[in-house]
């Protein structure tokens, strides 16, 4: 961290943790209505309820089959659901399994479940591959799962663009946003550090100043609730309207505009620096007087951020987000930035990963032995084959192979009982997709995208306030299989 001159954060489930039991429902109900009255979909849809807890990231959804699908890191598929009918194992062997060529499973034909804002449409689109397998007389012909899939797509933008998601929020941030009164002395440490501190995310200056200062108030004892600039001076520039993961590219030409905080007009700007406004009409800077130096724009790319803050180098940056794609992947493989990814699930995800350590730990004993053994046998039977072994000798191994083999079902059994209860246990992660960050014996793909992109990663953005801002964060040393039983003690 001692080289980190610049620490940056995204708002939305980053430093505003939404509550997903309202929220997510609230985007539900939204979308749902405008199926209906939109886009003509059948009003039977109104009566339908969102189970917040069912859909979680890391899935991949198939557009074009109607299914949700679970991989591991080497993109098998392990879980397969068509709506909320389980595939059975020969169907998904079937469907992913047998083909010449191994399926990227991206985009345009699949679509990935990597972020909390994403729960919601996938599990409205498996009530809606249900409902026109079992209703085929309500979903027109021409409707085929993919359209499905694009029309939520586009229920969902609209919910945006018209702004009712937002406006709900806003008349009762409490209702929808957890209150974190750790963020503050977070941001304060990192600016007592030394280190810059800027705000970059998609929401614009309107929605972005009501959270902040539902966030920042708060955090302070009897907080004034009104609508005010003070939580700028935590930041030394504020990007709002980024459309992210565009911004991450420096060769995007998006212009960079001033916000004035209290009209929210934007001003034309010269790489962020301020333009004389023709005619003379001169409009005070509103943010540089609200809050000594922090300035607030919208657009932009990151070559402007990185003028504004006077980066010499993208690994001086570190930036904290929710997004594996939107916000980890794009910075740390286009820019070369530090990455901090903000998974909320892992609080519960840790806490039954405990319960589930004895468990692990006798499944692997007992794999260990079940190989040992197996490769016992399969000696034995090699030395059987050759002519010239005794007749005593033959008996001697004959009668230790039989031992053997009556050992080998004996672990077999005491096996298939451990990977019973270590599934049971598995499924209270979640009762139909298990851990988050495992598929049976491997990492997810979710997983394999944490470990490949994000450099830290942690269940909540202010975490980074529990250590000195000069931590060298070390990894653990990475082992191939042929060190573990030499170096790995």
Request: glycine share 6%; proline share 3%.
């Amino acid at each position: 961290m001692k080289n980190i001159v610049a620490v940056g954060f995204d708002m939305d489930y980053t430093l505003a943790q939404y509550k997903a039991e309202t929220f997510e429902s609230l985007a539900y109900a939204g979308t749902i209505r405008k199926l209906v009255y939109d886009l003509g979909y059948s009003e039977e849809l109104l009566s339908w309820s969102f189970d917040w807890k069912y859909m979680v990231r890391g899935l991949v959804l198939d557009k074009k089959r109607g299914n949700i699908l679970k991989m591991d890191r080497h993109k098998y598929v392990k879980v397969a659901y068509h709506g909320f009918k389980e595939l059975s194992k020969d169907d998904k062997v079937e469907t992913y399994g047998n083909t010449l060529v191994r399926d990227s499973f991206d985009e345009p034909d699949y679509a990935l479940v990597d972020t909390l804002f994403s729960l919601a449409e996938a599990y409205l689109f498996a009530q809606l591959v249900d409902f026109k397998d079992n209703n085929p007389d309500k979903v027109p012909e021409d409707i085929d799962y993919a359209r499905i899939y694009k029309d939520v797509r586009a229920a969902v933008d609209l919910c945006h663009r018209d702004g009712t998601l937002k406006q709900m929020v806003a008349k009762d941030p409490e209702r929808y946003i957890n209150v974190d009164t750790s963020i503050l002395p977070m941001l304060k440490m990192l600016r007592d550090s030394g280190r810059s501190t800027f705000l970059v995310t998609n929401s614009l200056w309107d929605y972005t100043n009501v959270v902040m200062n539902f966030l920042c108030n708060s955090s302070v004892p009897d907080g004034d609730q009104k609508l005010n600039f003070d939580w700028l001076q935590y930041f030394d520039v504020v990007i709002t309207g980024s459309a992210k993961p565009g911004f991450f590219h420096d060769d995007n030409r998006a212009n960079l505009f001033e916000v004035d905080a209290k009209s929210g007009m934007l001003l034309n700007t010269d790489n962020g620096s301020p333009m004389p406004q023709v005619g003379g009409a001169s409009l005070a800077l509103s943010p540089t007087k609200l809050a000594k130096s922090c300035r607030v724009f919208q657009g932009g790319n990151v070559r402007h951020l990185h003028k504004l803050l006077s980066i010499e180098s993208s690994s001086q940056v570190l930036y904290v987000g929710d997004h594996i794609y939107g916000d980890i992947l794009r910075s740390k493989k286009a820019l070369g930035w530090r990455t901090m990814l903000v998974v909320p699930e892992l609080e519960r995800e840790v806490e039954l990963l405990w319960e589930l350590r004895k468990t692990r730990k006798e499944l692997q004993e007992l794999r260990n032995e079940r190989n040992v053994i197996e490769d016992k046998i399969h000696h034995l039977k090699w030395s059987l084959k050759f002519e010239d072994v005794e007749a005593d000798e033959k008996d001697r191994l004959s009668g230790e192979l039989h031992q053997l083999e009556g050992e080998r079902e004996r672990v077999r059994l005491s096996h298939q009982d451990a990977l019973r209860e270590c599934h049971r246990q598995v499924l209270q992660f979640h009762g139909v997709w298990g851990q988050l960050m495992k598929t049976g014996y491997q990492n997810s793909r979710f997983a394999h995208q944490v470990e490949r992109f994000a450099c830290l990663y942690s269940s909540q953005v202010t975490n980074l306030s529990l250590y000195s801002p000069d931590k060298y964060y070390r990894p653990s040393e990475d082992f191939m299989p042929h060190e573990f039983g030499i170096i790995c003690l």
